[in-house]
């Protein structure tokens, strides 16, 4: 268990549709990362948050967004839902937000079904 | 445009053998790099790191080997486990910037 935690587990929805992932770092940590990771792919970084701030982005949808609120946990929302959007989205913290040599934590994912 | 590359989906070696897993780069900024295990149903999670001021770090049965001029990093872990059979992705960055993750290679180790 690595202490970070993911809801839901799993979230079958429709194109279209908007949905709402969420994220509690490690205990401690003040970075949030966001990846996405689509059918035998690797990890494709999203965005990263630092302290309430957003720190840095990668391939990043515009119909995609993001906060992480003041007790530190973190939300990715996706909108106007694509079949191509199906995919693992997995959540990760750190303590202080160097994005290469910081270990990053991962949570358990977000299974995400778009029918 | 792969930057990270993990050419072999899978690997299949004995327990008790020496397993090796591949990972190559195209981009000589890298400067630092990470294997990451991952099981089914879970999240990654951090293996063994290597700066680029290295070509060798070592972490019990785990030893990752950099070859700069050749853009190439292994991982060798001696001897496998059971417990072993994982999705092994390997990571690079670059001024600590974003990491770029491979796809990964599934290491399966038979009994």
């Known amino acids: 268990d690595s202490g970070v935690t993911q809801t839901p587990k799993h979230l079958i929805t429709a194109t279209g549709q908007r949905v709402t992932l969420r994220c509690s770092p490690r205990?401690?940590?003040?970075?949030v990362y966001w990846y996405q990771q689509s059918l035998d792919q690797g990890l494709q970084f999203l965005i990263q948050?630092?302290?309430?701030?957003?720190?840095a982005k990668g391939n990043i949808l515009e119909r995609f967004s993001a906060q992480q609120f003041p007790d530190l946990h973190s939300e990715l929302n996706l909108s106007s839902l694509e079949l191509g959007d199906s995919a693992l989205y997995f959540c990760a913290s750190s303590v202080d937000g160097a994005l290469g040599t910081d270990t990053q934590y991962f949570g358990p994912g977000t299974r995400l079904t778009v029918l | 445009d792969q930057q990270v590359k993990q050419n072999s989906p899978s690997l299949s070696v004995q327990e008790g053998r020496i397993s090796i897993l591949n990972c190559d780069y195209t981009?000589?900024?890298?400067?630092?790099f990470l294997w990451y295990k991952k099981y089914p149903a879970e999240g990654p999670t951090f293996l063994i790191s290597i700066s680029s001021i290295k070509d060798k770090n070592e972490d019990g049965r785990f030893t990752v080997f950099l070859n700069k001029s050749a853009k190439h990093l292994s991982l060798h872990i001696v001897p496998s486990q059971p417990g072993d059979s994982a999705v092994y992705f390997c990571a690079a960055s670059h001024s600590n910037y974003q990491l770029i993750w491979g796809a990964g290679t599934k290491l399966i180790i038979k009994p």
């Open positions: 205990s401690g940590d003040l970075s």
């Open positions: 981009n000589s900024m890298f400067d630092y």
């Open positions: 948050y630092y302290n309430g701030e957003e720190r």
